[in-house]
């Protein structure tokens, strides 16, 4: 596909009332330019990483009643999935899209990353910048960015992922919708790869 970034329209998706119209508008709409991304970070994210990658569209299957708020692609070195795995995603909420490294929930080794994540704070300090953002639970839109914490805020995010069963940690940008629509495909794209690039250190330290 001739892959033109995400529009107002891809946005406005996530207005529409009632499970069965958003989800038909999420996949006529969004879904194709996921797929498109899927196929060509997946290459990338593997060469990064050293590690084959494979991308998962997510489908919300498991919906029956209340619409999906955001929808993503993720990419984790398993083929049946990437929960339980370190992944990284792209997707959108009705006000930004994310571009993630991302340890949720689901990851058993969560509390490992955790610990070495703590341990080196001021490592990550150093390669993560300043208007990165934080988040310790992936199905809220807001995040903290990393030039607001403090180091014993940040210590606390990384022991509440080793204490707390629900807890996650994310790292990634979030452009806002205003500035995405004003981008092209491949303006888009270059921004993603270099997200990847950035929040690659996290994904080896795991």
Known sequence: MNFKGF????????????????????????????EFLGEHFAPTLSTL????MF??????????????NDTWVAFANNKRGYKKHPHFQIGLWKTHV????????EAPNK?????????????????????????????KPDATPFSSMTRDDFISLTQRVQNVKKAELLCGVHLDRDTIV??????LVHNIN???????PLYKMN
Do not use: C
Not at 7 to 34: C, H, S, W, Y
Not at 49 to 52: A, D, L, R, V
Not at 121 to 127: G, P, T, V, W
Not at 182 to 187: A, I, L, S, V, Y
């Open 49 to 52: 990483t050293g590690e084959e």
């Open 182 to 187: 004003k981008m092209n495909g491949d303006e």
């Open 194 to 200: 270099s997200a990847f690039e950035t929040l690659l």
């Open 98 to 105: 994310f571009i993630w490294f991302a340890m949720i929930y």
């Open 111 to 139: 509390a490992d990353f955790g610990k070495k994540a703590e341990k080196n704070a001021d490592d990550i300090r150093s390669f993560i910048p300043s208007h990165y953002v934080w988040s310790g639970d992936h199905t």
């Open 7 to 34: 529009t107002q329209d891809d946005f406005d998706v996530f207005a529409i009332d009632g499970l069965d119209n958003r989800m038909k508008a999420i996949q006529e709409n969004i879904q194709p330019k996921l």
């Open 55 to 68: 991308y998962h569209v997510a489908k919300h299957a498991r919906r029956s009643v209340n619409p999906p």
